[in-house]
């Protein structure tokens, strides 16, 4: 079963959109209406136009049994899918979830699976493997707008956008996976989320069985979170829209980042990709072949978001238990809602974990202690009774529950 993250009673649900409680979608044409999301002027085709609609009667399924899913994830963990499609093109997505819903057969969409957890007996459903490729780029006075299809390589966009001098996704280099899976948990790292990009997302609603175009405010962004995180069952993205700023400067909020580029006088969003890429390649967050901690889902937690009160109650404890001399040295980032981040791998080391420890065939990234890595010939379950072991640990000894990143696909954390 797949794991649904809590509900954030501000944020919309997929079922508010569509009963009129909640932002209303745009309606399901191929572009958002807004007048001030204009798609004109220049024209340049990158690489093939996104693929359109095409009617879905005619599409032959073909249909594969007992496919083993660890090669296709970045953890390399986890059993078969009962079912397998590869959907190149729209038409063949839709005949795939129609073919499912037939059957009652629960459906898994799968992009470049490096943010999935699949369980040991592997998905008892059909998994649908994502392929629409394409990427275009129009210019607008707002900047440029880009329309790439959901099996783009994220990254791949990141350094066209990066190589053209477009500023907005350049602290996005480095991040596997695909474009379409981007909104799924409004990807960030280093100062910039995907959400402040992102100018429409494209999907089929499963529900109504028809293609709608949502504008942000009907996705529902949050930390690491989105109306398609929240209902993994309602909608497959089929494409997103990003508006970017020609000429832009880059993002240089985060610190760790931005000192990187003063004492190098970089300046521009080409040298910021360059060493956002060399940060991420220290703490083992690009896929290395060579990387003994290549196998992960990136981070496995998210960063704990608290109340002042149990942050206060963190650095107490912290001093009483000799981990720091003064409160200074709990990481700690006050929020715009008043609540505060506390960053997880801080509280996985300060509960005496370190990185490189091990747990048989899974353990701690050697470079990162917020990244879960499997070494070879382990199960999930190792890893699930791993993560469970430093969940339970955190919250006893500092009070706070680490809430896993990855989606769970036929396995649960206890
Ligand atoms: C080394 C490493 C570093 C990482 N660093 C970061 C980081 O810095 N920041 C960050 O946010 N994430 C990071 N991640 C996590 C991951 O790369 C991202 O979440 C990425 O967007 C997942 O893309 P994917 O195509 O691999 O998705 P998948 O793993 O295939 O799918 C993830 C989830 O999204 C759903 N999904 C995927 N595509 C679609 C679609 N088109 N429509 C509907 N649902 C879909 C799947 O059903 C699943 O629930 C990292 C992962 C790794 C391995």
Request: hydrophobic share 40%; with cysteine.
């Amino acid at each position: 079963m797949q794991k649904k993250e809590s509900l954030t009673a501000t944020r919309p649900n997929w079922a508010d959109l569509w009963t009129g409680t909640g932002p209303s979608p745009q309606s399901s044409t191929d572009s958002p209406t807004n007048s001030d999301l204009p798609l004109s002027h220049r024209e340049i085709r990158v690489r093939p136009p996104v693929n359109l609609l095409a009617s879905p009667r005619f599409v032959a399924l073909d249909v594969q049994h007992n496919v083993p899913l660890a090669p296709r994830t970045s953890l390399e963990l986890g059993g078969p899918a009962r079912y397998l499609v590869e959907a190149a093109d729209e038409a063949t997505v839709i005949e795939a979830l129609r073919w499912a819903d037939d059957r009652q057969l629960r459906v898994l969409v799968l992009g470049g699976g490096s943010n999935v957890l699949i369980g040991d007996e592997g998905w008892d459903g059909l998994a649908i493997h994502l392929g629409l490729r394409g990427l275009e780029s129009h210019t607008s006075p707002q900047g440029v707008r880009l329309r790439v299809a959901a099996a783009e390589p994220w990254d791949d966009v990141v350094a066209t956008a990066a190589a053209e001098g477009w500023a907005g996704i350049e602290c996005l280099s480095g991040i596997p996976g695909s474009t379409g899976a981007t909104p799924i948990q409004n990807v960030g790292a280093y100062g910039q989320e995907v959400a402040d990009v992102i100018a429409a997302v494209h999907v089929w609603d499963r529900r109504a069985g028809c293609r709608r175009v949502l504008l942000p405010d009907a996705c529902g962004f949050g930390y690491r979170d989105s109306v398609f995180k929240r209902d993994p069952t309602a909608a497959v993205v089929l494409a997103v829209e990003l508006l970017l700023q020609p000429g832009g400067a880059p993002t240089l909020r985060y610190g760790e980042l931005a000192r990187a580029m003063q004492s190098s006088g970089a300046t521009t969003v080409a040298q910021t990709r360059e060493h956002v890429l060399g940060l991420r390649r220290r703490k083992s967050m690009v896929i290395d072949p060579e990387d003994p901690n290549r196998r992960s889902a990136g981070s496995f937690f998210t960063n704990a978001v608290v109340d002042t009160t149990v942050a206060e109650a963190l650095v107490a404890t912290a001093m009483q238990q000799g981990l720091v001399d003064d409160a200074a040295a709990v990481p700690r980032y006050a929020l715009d809602d008043g609540q505060v981040k506390i960053p997880a791998a801080w509280l996985i080391e300060a509960a005496g974990f370190r990185k490189g420890e091990r747990r048989g065939a899974v353990g701690i990234s050697s470079r990162h202690a917020l990244a879960l890595v499997h070494h070879g010939g382990g199960r999930t379950r190792d890893l699930v009774a791993f993560a469970q072991e430093i969940r339970d640990r955190v919250q006893q000894r500092f009070g706070i529950e680490l809430r896993p990143e990855p989606v769970f696909a036929g396995v649960t954390l206890r």
